[in-house]
T-cell receptor, first 115, second 114 residues
Framework: AQSVAQPEDQVNVAEGNPLTVKCTYSVSGNPYLFWYVQYPNRGLQFLLKYITGDNLVKGSYGFEAEFNKSQTSFHLKKPSALVSDSALYFC?????????????FGKGTTLSVSS | DAGVIQSPRHEVTEMGQEVTLRCKPI?????LFWYRQTMMRGLELLIYFNNNVPIDDSGMPEDRFSAKMPNASFSTLKIQPSEPRDSAVYFC????????????FGPGTRLTVT
């Protein structure tokens, strides 16, 4: 069965420090991987994706993610966190061989950046 | 582009009433998704359409829920009769099937059933 896991419900980091939000996945075949961010009372916003090519993907707001096939991971990173990065982050995956067009979303990780 | 448009943004209704949520996807997108988000259950996929055809409705909670997509620019999610446990934020998202599969979400409809 295809799945995605975000092992941390919450990540706390001080402003200016690097941040990592973890994601691991399980799909048959090669994955399409996505990160979304949700600010309070808003819809999910697309941040970045990995389809193929360079394992390090750069996205919006200074975020990046690294695809690691051997560890089946796609962790979201940012070198220097901002208070405004505080939000709920979702990882999502789709298998290349998966029927249909739906994404499988993780349960979300709340990022809290303190000043 | 205006993005995905949902209406109403907020809906308060009494138990037993019919509720209709509306969605206008991004022009040119051929996939449309309905999600429900609650604190307890997180983000749940209810149903999705490709080219206006329902593909997977296995996430629809029960027969009280129905969804339609009469054309490429409009979809509805109906709950009849509504119950307090249906209270949630309902999101619509659209995307392009067969391309890169990312989805673009609307602002959501916050439904409260009293």
């Amino acid at each position: 069965a295809q799945s995605v896991a975000q092992p941390e419900d919450q990540v706390n980091v001080a402003e200016g420090n690097p941040l990592t939000v973890k994601c691991t996945y399980s799909v048959s075949g090669n994955p399409y991987l996505f990160w979304y961010v949700q600010y309070p009372n808003r819809g999910l916003q697309f941040l970045l994706k990995y389809i193929t090519g360079d394992n390090l993907v750069k996205g919006s707001y200074g975020f990046e993610a690294e695809f690691n096939k051997s560890q089946t991971s796609f962790h979201l990173k940012k070198p220097s966190a901002l208070v405004s990065d505080s939000a709920l982050y979702f990882c999502a995956v789709r298998g290349v061989n998966q029927a249909g067009t739906a994404l499988i979303f993780g349960k979300g990780t709340t990022l809290s950046v303190s000043s | 582009d205006a993005g995905v448009i949902q209406s109403p943004r907020h809906e308060v209704t009494e138990m037993g009433q019919e509720v209709t949520l509306r969605c206008k996807p991004i022009s040119g997108h051929n996939s449309l998704f309905w999600y429900r988000q609650t604190m307890m259950r997180g983000l749940e996929l209810l149903i999705y359409f490709n080219n206006n055809v329902p593909i997977d409705d296995s996430g629809m909670p029960e027969d009280r829920f129905s969804a339609k997509m009469p054309n490429a620019s409009f979809s509805t999610l109906k709950i009849q009769p509504s119950e307090p446990r249906d209270s949630a934020v309902y999101f619509c998202a659209s995307g392009v099937a067969g391309l890169s599969y990312e989805q673009y979400f609307g602002p959501g409809t916050r439904l409260t059933v009293t």
